[in-house]
């Protein structure tokens, strides 16, 4: 099992970066099993997918992503990262990050609760 926890937002202005940060506990074990993705969700709208680094360090992104935010992830410190650029308004919402993985046949999958992101001028 896996907790995850992210960190990172805040307020900022258009143009300007946030790094998110998202951590497994000390107790989780098998980190470095899991596809690890970033989603986000506004109020009244789905959650949506951002980006996923699998467990090989494939990144992809989403398409609305372009270029301007990079995932990674730091598999000894249990630990997934997403650098932002270039924040837009559009770009306000609640991130959070998911472990994914099946295992014997069976899907895991863990979120944490999640880290607000606000771009406004």
């Known amino acids: 099992q896996l907790r995850l926890e992210e960190s990172g937002g805040g307020s900022v202005q258009p143009g300007e970066s946030l790094l998110l940060s998202c951590g497994a506990s000390?107790?989780?074990?098998?980190?470095?099993?899991?596809?690890m993705q970033w989603h986000r969700q506004t109020p009244g709208n789905q959650r949506e997918w951002v980006a996923t680094v699998s467990t090989l360090d494939k990144v992809s992104y989403a398409d609305f992503v372009k270029g301007r935010f990079t995932a990674s992830r730091d598999n000894a410190k249990k630990m997934v990262y997403l650098q932002m650029t270039s924040l837009e308004p559009d770009d306000t919402a609640v991130y959070y990050c998911?472990?994914?993985?099946?295992?014997?046949?069976?899907?895991?999958?863990?979120w944490g609760r999640g880290t607000q992101v606000t771009v406004s001028s």
């Open positions: 998911k472990a994914y993985a099946i295992m014997y046949g069976k899907e895991n999958t863990y």
């Open positions: 000390s107790d989780s074990f098998g980190f470095g099993f899991y596809d």
